[in-house]
């Protein structure tokens, strides 16, 4: 008995907080539907685009629902925002914002001239569209939003040890080899938003961030963003035990972020110093947690068009579908290599029934992996016959559409 309570509240508090960006803040379990988990960019399948993903409305731990649900109509929320933030620069002052407002199985796409609008601000309307269908502008941009199998993968029940070994001073890079070696996400579902934006749309680097809002009722009935994600387990690791670390940055924008910087360099500091990740004393030691804390902020995915590889902290491949990113995230905050022991759990492969009912998606080995990984590059739109079905109607800013 004494074990299974243990166990209990291990996945209780886990639920509640350790993963990438699931279940942060009060807000985003408040409105579970506006709780995004995920932001990935990289470069598409089809030749000339590149692709966006944002993911959110998580399940509790366990309740990953039937696989054949896959395209769940009611997995968004209703008249809220999910936007996607495309800059072409780092602070974010020059671009554009994709906004999508759902309504049952339907959703209407806005686009903003800016991205970094005012919170709850649709700009103006350039299509519509259904849930699990895919539709395209006249420009290009390929849009597809459905439920998916949950793409990110972590032995979260072992990360909230890996944590306190390190606040404790008893520092073990073994820690996830000892325990569970469980995925968390596991045959998990979650509700994704896909685009596919042709580069001669994007300058030739991109900046990308995802948020949600929604009109909370209350003393104001105002707009609030709900969720904010970017680089992963940014709450969890680097802005652990800041307090209150979700808010900070959940419901902030990029252009406040320098206001981080001290809490993420003091969080690594005190990692790589118990790791013994960095030679050199404590200048050294200092010198490296200030170069990551300026690499995390602002909290932005950078992509240079065109490139591929793993997700890298501070660098330009963005973040791709394939690659283990929590493992990049551990090395980084403890200067030392961490393996969770969690492999790629390849979740969509060419022997997985439910790729069947997911039109856009395809293996594309990246160049520089050996084939026989089968692990994702990018993300491919099924060209059937939802092409060019609704025009776009306004040309996108400064963009040659």
């Known amino acids: 008995m004494l074990k299974l309570f243990i166990l209990t509240m291990l996945v209780f508090s886990f639920n509640s907080a350790f993963s990438s960006h699931h279940w942060e803040t009060e807000l985003a379990n408040k409105y579970p539907q506006y709780n995004l988990g995920d932001a990935y960019v990289f470069k598409s399948a089809s030749p000339g685009h590149t692709t966006f993903i944002l993911t959110g409305n998580p399940p509790p731990i366990g309740k990953g629902g039937d696989a054949q649900n896959l395209t769940n109509a009611t997995s968004f929320g209703d008249n809220g925002l999910y936007s996607f933030h495309i800059s072409k620069n780092k602070k974010m002052s020059e671009g554009f914002t994709l906004n999508f407002k759902f309504n049952g199985p339907s959703f209407d796409v806005g686009i903003l001239d800016e991205p970094n609008g005012k919170i709850g601000m649709f700009g103006r309307k350039l299509l519509s569209g259904k849930v699990g269908e895919t539709i395209q502008t006249k420009s290009g941009i390929k849009i597809w939003a459905a439920r998916t199998l949950e793409p990110y993968f972590v032995d979260a029940f072992d990360f909230g040890a890996f944590q306190k070994n390190i606040m404790d001073g008893n520092f073990d890079k073994q820690v996830f080899k000892k325990h569970y070696k469980q995925d968390i996400f596991k045959d998990s579902r979650i509700s994704s938003i896909v685009i596919d934006i042709p580069n001669k749309l994007l300058g030739e680097n991109v900046y990308f961030y995802g948020s949600s809002s929604m009109k909370v009722m209350g003393g104001h009935d105002e707009w609030m963003q709900i969720t904010r994600v970017a680089n992963v387990l940014m709450q969890y690791i680097f802005l652990y035990n800041t307090h209150p670390s979700g808010v900070v940055l959940d419901q902030t924008r990029p252009d406040t972020d320098h206001k981080l910087t001290s809490s993420i360099?003091?969080?690594?500091?005190?990692?790589?110093?118990?790791?013994?990740?960095?030679?050199?004393?404590?200048?050294?030691?200092?010198?490296?947690?200030?170069?990551?804390?300026?690499?995390?902020?602002?909290?932005?995915?950078?992509?240079?068009?065109?490139?591929?590889?793993?997700?890298?902290?501070?660098?330009?491949?963005?973040?791709?579908?394939?690659?283990?990113?929590?493992?990049?995230?551990?090395?980084?905050?403890?200067?030392?290599?961490?393996?969770?022991?969690?492999?790629?759990?390849?979740?969509?492969?060419?022997?997985?029934?439910?790729?069947?009912?997911?039109?856009?998606?395809?293996?594309?080995?990246?160049?520089?992996?050996?084939?026989?990984?089968?692990?994702?590059?990018?993300?491919?739109f099924s060209l059937g016959g939802y092409l060019n079905r609704i025009p776009l109607h306004q040309p996108l800013p400064e963009l040659s559409v």
């Open 265 to 380: 360099s003091n969080n690594v500091f005190r990692a790589v110093s118990e790791a013994g990740g960095v030679g050199g004393g404590v200048k050294a030691i200092s010198e490296y947690a200030n170069r990551v804390a300026d690499m995390l902020t602002p909290d932005v995915l950078k992509f240079k068009i065109g490139s591929e590889g793993d997700y890298k902290i501070g660098g330009d491949s963005g973040r791709p579908l394939y690659g283990d990113s929590s493992n990049e995230v551990f090395k980084v905050y403890t200067g030392v290599a961490v393996d969770d022991f969690i492999s790629n759990p390849k979740k969509y492969t060419s022997a997985d029934s439910t790729l069947k009912r997911i039109p856009f998606m395809r293996l594309v080995p990246p160049s520089n992996y050996p084939l026989n990984l089968l692990v994702f590059q990018n993300l491919m």
